[in-house]
């Protein structure tokens, strides 16, 4: 399934139905009366955050959803019936902005939660509402209350327990396969990754959701490269992977250029808990890993853990300390 994390979709809630102009006529009954329904109330248009799905694919061809229109109202006092509703089936991590692109709409972030973004007009009435003391036979009907209706963008950030950061070919991709049973593509070259992915890390006796962000450029906070909608998908990681390629050989820099890119962008992003990892130590020699890891941990002023996706060292201390670092978040933001 292709991944679509933006999309631009038209939605509509459906009109009121009118009332009915009625009389009951009858053998034997001589004054009837009226006896018009009232109209159904349109549709709502909904949002609905539901599970299985991790792109919004399903909304680049299908772009407008409209509610149905409530049925008029009948005689013998017959209510007609409601439109029904147009539903968004939504991913989890689902932002809905108005044209704009900025009046966030509504954020959908648990399983199961709903949202009526547009209500449905209201039934007009029926004549037998207008009937008095004073005007017996009312020959007038309530037309049926107005549809709603506009443009929405659905921006997809991805819920991940922890993501994976860094620039193109840090070996983010080469990580998740070796960690999950994720299978993203794996090139040897730039930008091989387009699309976010996700893998299930399953570590001692506990499992978490691990996120590959498409690789960070110098100017990404302000459109280049792949640009901020994938810087979008951290907003949404309990905490961060920082994989730096050990073969480079200006790795402080490469950390720094991804920092100010996070900084720069906001939202938090820097803010967040940062485990920072020296990849590919299996084509260094070890004097090199020494020599490049002190560099970092001086810089970084963290504990920088020596690792090779590709051969699988290291793996597993990384892993233990990513999980407990993105449940610690989990909770905090629980509690606030």
């Known amino acids: 399934m292709k991944f679509l994390d933006q999309a631009k979709v038209f939605v509509q809630s459906g009109a009121g139905g009118p009332g009915c ?14 006896d018009g329904g009232d109209g159904g109330r349109g549709g709502d248009v909904v949002l609905e955050c539901v599970d299985g799905l991790n792109t919004l694919i399903d909304y680049r061809y299908a772009q407008h959803f409209k509610a ?15 439109g029904k509703d147009a539903v968004l089936r939504l991913p989890r991590g689902t932002q809905v902005f108005a044209e704009d ?5 509504a954020d959908l972030t648990a399983v199961g939660q709903r949202v009526v973004l547009l209500e449905g007009g209201d039934g007009g009435a029926g004549n037998t509402r207008y009937k008095s003391s004073t005007n017996r036979a009312p020959r007038r009907a309530g037309p049926g209350g107005p549809s709603q209706e506009m443009w ?94 050990g073969t480079q050989e200006d790795v402080v820099g490469a950390w720094r ?22 990849n590919k130590i299996d084509a ?42 993105a449940a610690a978040q989990r909770e905090q933001e629980a509690v606030s």
Request: hydrophobic share 45%.
């Open 257 to 278: 250029t991804v920092r100010a890119e996070l900084k720069a962008y906001g939202h938090g992003l820097a803010r967040k808990k940062e485990i920072v990892a020296l």
């Open 284 to 325: 260094l020699t070890p004097e090199e890993i020494e020599t490049r890891r002190a560099a970092l941990a001086k810089a970084t002023r963290k504990t920088v853990h020596a690792i090779s996706g590709a051969a699988g060292i290291g793996l597993q201390p990384v892993l233990r300390l990513l999980r407990k670092a």
């Open 21 to 34: 102009v009625s009389f009951r006529r009858e053998k034997f009954i001589e004054f009837g009366g009226p």
């Open 152 to 245: 929405i963008w659905l921006r997809l950030k991805l819920i991940a327990d922890a993501g994976l950061i860094g620039l193109p070919n840090a070996g983010k991709s080469t990580f998740l396969a070796a960690v999950s049973r994720a299978k993203p593509k794996i090139a040897d070259y730039p930008f091989t990754t387009l699309h976010p992915a996700l893998g299930v890390v399953r570590i001692d006796d506990g499992e978490f959701v691990l996120a590959d962000i498409p690789g960070l450029i110098e100017g990404a906070s302000e459109g280049a490269g792949l640009g901020t909608r994938f810087l979008g998908h951290v907003e949404r990681c309990g905490a961060l992977l920082h994989l730096i390629d």
């Open 68 to 82: 149905q229109r409530g049925q008029h109202g009948m005689g013998s006092d017959r209510t007609g019936a409601r």
């Open 101 to 105: 692109g900025e009046t966030l709409l």
